[in-house]
C-alpha cells in the first residue's frame, strides 16, 4: 500500500518549482492532489504532468480572501481535507538601507500573512490524522546578506508551527516544518550568479538541492509515518545551517 491512499492533499503553490515536487511525490504515493496558483495555464501544464489524481484551483496566495473559496471547493468536490502543505512564497533582494515598504508588505504579505490565513480556513475540513506541512527556510535560522525581510518571514514560519502545534495537537492535527536550504529551483534562478557560487561553497554537501530532496521530506511529515513528529523543523541544507 502506498503511503497516501485514500488522502486527500491540498498544496498551496502547487504549480512549479518545490510545491509542484511535492504535488507529483504526492500524488505518486495515491493521494488525490489539489493545487493552487495563479497563473491557469501553469496549473494545467502541472495538472498534465502530476496525472489523474489532480486537480487544480486558481487561487492568488497573496489574498486572504481567496481561501475561503478554495476551502470551499474542496469541501464540495472531496468532502474533507487530510494534508495541507503552504509552499507559496517569495525572496528578493532587500538591504536594509535600501528597504522600502513595498518589498516589505509584498514579503511579508505572502510569506506570514497568506498561511496564517490558508490554515484557518483549512482547519475545519481537517480532523483526526491530519496533516499541516509549512516550508520555512534555513533563511530563517542564520543570517544571509540583504535577505534580512525574507529570513524575518521564515523565522515567523517556525514559530507558528510550534504554536500551531500546541493549539491543533488535541484534535488529532499535526503542524511540522520542511525548511530549505539553496534548491535548484526557477525561484532561486533570480539570485546573482556571485551569490549563486557563494551560497554552494557554504554547503558541505558541495551542491544545491534538487525540489525532489524537498518533497521526499514533506511526505514523510505528511505521512502517517510520522504520526509521533509535531512541531518539528525538518533541514533539507546539505548540512549548510547544520554543520
Request: charged fraction near 20%; include cysteine.
Amino acid at each position: 500500500m502506498k503511503r497516501l491512499t485514500q488522502k486527500t492533499a491540498l498544496i498551496i503553490g502547487g504549480a512549479s518549482g518545490i510545491g509542484l515536487a511535492i504535488a507529483t511525490r504526492f500524488a505518486a504515493e495515491d493521494a488525490t492532489v489539489i493545487i493552487t496558483g495563479r497563473k491557469q495555464q501553469s496549473l494545467d501544464d502541472a495538472c498534465r504532468a502530476i496525472g489523474d489524481n489532480c486537480h487544480a484551483i486558481l487561487a492568488d496566495a497573496s489574498d486572504p480572501a481567496a481561501f475561503a473559496g478554495v476551502m470551499g471547493m474542496v469541501a464540495k468536490d472531496h468532502g474533507r481535507l487530510d494534508i495541507l502543505v503552504i509552499n507559496a512564497g517569495m525572496s528578493g533582494y532587500g538591504a536594509l538601507e535600501s528597504l522600502d515598504t513595498d518589498h516589505f508588505d509584498s514579503i511579508f504579505g505572502l510569506n506570514v500573512r497568506a498561511p496564517v490565513f490558508a490554515a484557518q480556513a483549512a482547519v475545519p475540513l481537517m480532523s483526526q490524522g491530519g496533516s499541516i506541512v509549512l516550508i520555512g527556510s534555513i533563511a530563517g535560522m542564520v543570517g544571509i546578506k540583504g535577505y534580512g525581510t525574507y529570513g524575518a518571514s521564515k523565522a515567523a514560519i517556525r514559530s507558528f508551527a510550534r504554536s500551531w502545534a500546541a493549539e491543533l495537537a488535541p484534535k488529532g492535527i499535526r503542524v511540522n516544518v520542511v525548511s530549505p536550504g539553496p534548491i535548484d529551483t526557477a525561484m532561486f534562478d533570480a539570485v546573482s550568479d556571485e551569490m549563486r557560487q557563494s551560497l554552494t561553497a557554504q554547503i558541505p554537501a558541495g551542491r544545491l538541492g534538487r525540489p525532489e530532496e524537498v518533497a521526499s521530506a514533506a511526505l514523510y511529515l505528511a505521512s502517517d509515518e510520522a504520526t509521533f513528529v509535531v512541531g518539528a523543523e525538518l533541514c533539507i541544507d546539505g548540512g549548510m545551517a547544520q554543520v
